[in-house]
C-alpha cells in the first residue's frame, strides 16, 4: 500500500495550494482529483479582490510577473475591476469607481496553474482520481481511491478535504454534517458573448431584486471585450422558480441577444464561520470549510490563505517528529479563527440584513449609494462604509440596520 505524509482531496484553490506548501515544506504529497481536468468546469464568477490576492500570490513570479505592484499574469487574467455598479429592482444605479479593486480570473487556467506548481515543487497530481471511502487505522488515514475504473487504497498521515462545497471528507471524517438547505446559495451561470454594448470594460455589474434574486443576486463580470461571466445566486428555498429560470430572466431583461457559451450550476456555502475544521491526522481547507465569505460568496482568497495555513501547520507538526493529532493540528484552525471569525461574523449579519431588504429598500439603499458616490463620500471601498453611507441617507432603513449597530 503507497504512503503518503499528506494526502490532499481536490485540486481547487485550496488544494492546489495546501499541496504547493506541503511539498515545498519537505513532505510527501499526493493530491487528487476527481475530474478529469483541473479547473473544468467552471462553477464561479472568477473575481478576486485584490488585497488578499496579491497578499497569497504576489511573491510568486508565474503569477505575478512583473510584481506585486503589477497586474498578474494575462494568461489567467480576464479582465481587470476597476469600478463596480449596483443595479436595484426599480432600475436605479450606483457606480463605484476604484481602478484596480480586484481582479476577473480565467478559472480554467488559474487552477490548472496552481496544480502545476504544486506538481513543480514535488507533489503527485492525479485527475481523474476520486475518493470513495475513508478509515482511521493506526494512527494514519487509510482512504480508497478509485481511478480510471480500478480502486486502491492509500495510507497518509494528514488527510486535507480540499473538496469544494460537496465535501465527502467533511462527512466521513465527522467533522460536520451535510449543509442545511438554508446555508446553501443555489447558482446558476453561464459564460456569454456579443455583450459590446451592455457592458463597460473593467466594470462588475450587481443586479438585486425579488425578481431577479430573492436573497441573493446577480452578477455580470467582464471577460475581456463583449464576453462576461452572467450569474444568478440565491439562498436556499427562497424561491418557487430554479436559480436558472431566475438567471434566463436576467438575461432576457438585461442581457438581450447575449450568445450564451458554456451553462454550469453550483452552489456556494453561506455560513457562520466554521466551527470545527480539524480533527486528528485531517484538516479542513476552503469550500469544505465554510471558509466563504457569507456576504459575497467569494472564496478564492480565503481558499489559498487556508492552503497556506494548513500547509504551514501540517508541516510543523510533522517534520518536528510529532504525531498529527487533533492537539497538534490545532494552530491552523486558531490562526484561522483569530484571523478571520470577527470579519465572518460581521459580513453573515451584513448579508443578513441585506436580505431582509424589500425591493423598495434596495431601492433606497441604492439610491443612497449613489448619492454617496456622487459627493465623494465614499473614500477607501469598504462594506462597512458602503453601509454606514446607505443609513445616512436612507435614515428608513435604521430599524433593519439595528442588530448590526
Ligand atoms: C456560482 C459560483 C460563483 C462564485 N463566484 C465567486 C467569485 O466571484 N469569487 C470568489 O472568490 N469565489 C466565488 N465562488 C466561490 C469559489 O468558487 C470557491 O470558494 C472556491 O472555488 C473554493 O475553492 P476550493 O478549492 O475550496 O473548492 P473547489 O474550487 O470547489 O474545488 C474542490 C475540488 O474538489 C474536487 N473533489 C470533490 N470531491 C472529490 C473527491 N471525492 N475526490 C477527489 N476530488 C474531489 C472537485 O472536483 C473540485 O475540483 C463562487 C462559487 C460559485 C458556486
Redesign the pocket.
Known amino acids: 500500500m503507497e504512503s503518503w505524509d499528506i494526502l490532499v482531496?481536490?485540486?481547487?484553490?485550496?488544494?492546489?495550494?495546501v499541496a504547493h506548501h506541503a511539498a515545498g515544506g519537505g513532505l510527501s504529497v499526493l493530491l487528487?482529483?476527481?475530474?478529469q481536468q483541473?479547473?473544468f468546469p467552471v462553477?464561479?464568477?472568477?473575481?478576486?479582490?485584490r488585497e488578499g490576492f496579491v497578499a497569497e500570490l504576489g511573491g510568486d513570479p508565474a503569477f505575478f510577473p512583473d510584481g506585486p505592484e503589477e497586474d498578474p499574469a494575462p494568461v489567467f487574467l480576464a479582465d481587470r475591476i476597476d469600478e463596480g455598479e449596483l443595479v436595484s429592482p426599480g432600475g436605479r444605479r450606483a457606480r463605484l469607481q476604484r481602478p484596480r479593486t480586484g481582479y476577473?480570473l480565467e478559472?480554467k487556467v488559474f487552477?490548472l496553474m496552481l496544480a502545476e506548481r504544486a506538481a513543480r515543487t514535488g507533489a503527485e497530481v492525479r485527475v481523474k482520481?476520486?475518493?470513495?471511502g475513508l478509515e482511521r487505522a493506526d494512527g494514519a488515514w487509510r482512504v480508497e481511491?478509485c481511478g480510471e475504473g480500478r480502486g486502491e487504497t492509500v495510507n497518509c498521515r494528514v488527510l486535507i478535504g480540499?473538496?469544494?462545497?460537496?465535501?465527502?471528507?467533511a462527512r466521513w471524517t465527522g467533522l460536520r454534517g451535510p449543509w442545511k438547505t438554508d446555508e446553501l446559495?443555489s447558482?446558476?451561470?453561464v459564460l456569454a458573448a456579443g455583450l459590446d454594448d451592455s457592458l463597460r470594460p473593467g466594470c462588475v455589474y450587481f443586479h438585486l431584486g425579488a425578481y431577479i434574486a430573492p436573497r441573493g443576486y446577480a452578477?455580470a463580470?467582464p471577460k475581456g471585450p463583449g464576453r462576461a461571466?452572467i450569474?444568478v445566486?440565491l439562498r436556499g428555498e427562497s424561491s418557487d422558480a430554479t436559480a436558472l429560470e431566475h438567471l434566463e430572466a436576467l438575461l432576457e431583461s438585461h442581457y438581450p441577444g447575449a450568445s450564451i457559451l458554456e451553462r454550469?450550476?453550483?452552489?456556494?456555502?453561506s455560513t457562520p464561520p466554521p466551527k470545527r475544521i480539524v480533527g486528528d491526522g485531517v484538516m479542513l481547507?476552503?469550500?469544505?470549510?465554510g471558509?466563504?465569505?457569507p456576504f459575497?460568496?467569494?472564496?478564492?482568497?480565503?481558499?489559498l490563505e487556508?492552503?497556506r495555513l494548513a500547509a504551514q501547520t501540517a508541516v510543523t507538526a510533522l517534520t518536528s517528529g510529532r504525531e498529527p493529532t487533533l492537539d497538534n493540528l490545532q494552530d491552523y484552525q486558531r490562526t484561522w479563527t483569530q484571523r478571520h471569525r470577527r470579519e465572518h461574523l460581521k459580513l453573515a449579519k451584513v448579508k443578513g440584513f441585506v436580505d431582509s431588504l424589500t425591493d423598495d429598500e434596495l431601492d433606497s439603499a441604492v439610491t443612497a449609494i449613489a448619492e454617496a458616490a456622487a459627493g465623494d463620500e465614499l473614500g477607501e471601498f469598504s462594506v462597512g462604509r458602503l453601509l454606514r453611507q446607505v443609513l445616512r441617507h436612507a435614515p428608513g432603513l435604521l430599524w433593519k440596520a439595528r442588530k448590526l449597530l
Open positions: 482531496v481536490g485540486a481547487g484553490p485550496a488544494g492546489g495550494t487528487v482529483e476527481k475530474r483541473v479547473g462553477r464561479c464568477a472568477e473575481a478576486v479582490g476577473v478559472r487552477d482520481t476520486r475518493t470513495v481511491l480540499a473538496d469544494g462545497v460537496e465535501s465527502k471528507t446559495h447558482c446558476a451561470q452578477w463580470f461571466n450569474g445566486g454550469v450550476h453550483g452552489c456556494v456555502p481547507v476552503g469550500d469544505a470549510a471558509q466563504v465569505d459575497s460568496g467569494a472564496g478564492i482568497n480565503w481558499a487556508a492552503g
